[in-house]
C-alpha cells in the first residue's frame, strides 16, 4: 500500500453491537488481590476443596454492593473432560450458582453482569493510561473524518498495537490487558480500549488475520496464532 494511502472498509455498523459501557472512563482504580472475598472467594473455596483446584487471585475489583470482580489464575483438571488447564481468567461473585470448575463455562456465565463490564471498562482505561494508546491515536486522528477514513498511518499504529497487546497477554498474562481469559481478546473490550467503534476493530481484526498474526477470526474474538511469539 502507498504511503499516505488510506484504508477503506464497507461494513453495516450495528449500534447495538457497541460495548454497552463505551467512554472514556474518568476513574482508574488499582485493583487489589487482597479484596478478594465474597462469594467469588467461597467460590474458589469450594473448586479447590471439591476438585483439588489452584486458583490464586491477581487483582480485585469490588463494585458498589459490594460485588466482586477478580482477575485469578487457575490451575486444575476439568471435571466433565478430564483435561488439564492452566489459564488466568476472570471471575465475578454471580460465579456462586455455577456448576463445575471449567474456566470457559465459568467466564461464559458472567459476561452479562454490569459489575463484570464496568470492571472491564476500568481495566481498559487502565490499560490505555498505561501505554497512552488513545492519546497516540488522538495525535494521529483527523477530525474532520470518520474512523474507517482515517489515515494510514492511524490504522497501522491501531493494528500493531492490538498485535501488542495480544502478545503481552501471552508472554505476562498477570498484566492483565484488559481480556476476560487468557488468549482470548474481545471486540468490545478492545472497542472501549481504543475508543473507536467494534466495527473497526473487526476490520483490523480482518488483517491482522490475513496477515498470519491471529488465528481465523470469528467477527468477536481474536486468538494470537503460536507461532506470533516464537521469536
Known amino acids: 500500500m502507498k504511503s499516505g494511502e488510506v484504508l477503506r472498509h464497507s461494513a453495516a455498523i450495528d449500534e ?17 488481590p487482597s479484596r478478594f472475598a465474597g462469594r467469588v472467594a467461597s467460590w474458589a473455596e469450594h473448586a479447590e ?8 487471585p491477581v ?8 460485588h466482586h470482580v477478580s482477575w485469578i489464575y487457575h490451575e486444575g483438571e476439568d471435571w466433565r473432560s478430564g483435561e488439564r488447564f492452566s489459564t488466568y481468567h476472570i471471575i465475578c461473585d454471580c460465579i456462586a450458582g455455577v456448576e463445575g470448575n471449567s474456566p470457559q463455562e465459568s467466564v461464559d456465565s458472567i459476561l452479562g453482569c454490569r459489575a463484570v463490564l464496568r470492571a472491564l471498562q476500568r481495566r ?36 500493531k498495537t492490538i ?23 474481545r471486540v468490545s473490550v478492545l472497542s472501549t480500549l481504543f475508543q473507536l467503534h467494534p466495527e473497526v476493530v473487526k476490520w483490523y481484526g480482518r488483517l491482522l488475520a490475513e496477515s498470519g498474526v491471529v488465528e481465523d477470526f470469528d467477527g468477536e474474538i481474536l486468538k494470537l496464532r503460536p507461532e506470533s511469539l516464537a521469536a
Open 16 to 32: 447495538q453491537e457497541v460495548f454497552s459501557l463505551i467512554h472514556r472512563p474518568v476513574e482508574l482504580l488499582e485493583l487489589q
Open 49 to 56: 476443596r471439591r476438585y483439588g483446584d489452584s486458583i490464586n
Open 59 to 66: 487483582m480485585t475489583y469490588v463494585e458498589s454492593g459490594p
Open 124 to 159: 481498559a482505561a487502565f490499560v490505555d493510561h498505561k501505554y497512552r494508546t488513545c492519546e497516540i491515536l488522538a495525535a494521529l486522528r483527523d477530525p474532520d473524518t470518520g474512523d474507517f477514513e482515517q489515515s494510514n498511518a492511524f490504522h497501522k499504529f491501531a493494528v
Open 163 to 185: 498485535g501488542t497487546i495480544l502478545e503481552l497477554d501471552a508472554r505476562h498474562p498477570k498484566e492483565w490487558p484488559g481480556n476476560v481469559i487468557n488468549g482470548e481478546h
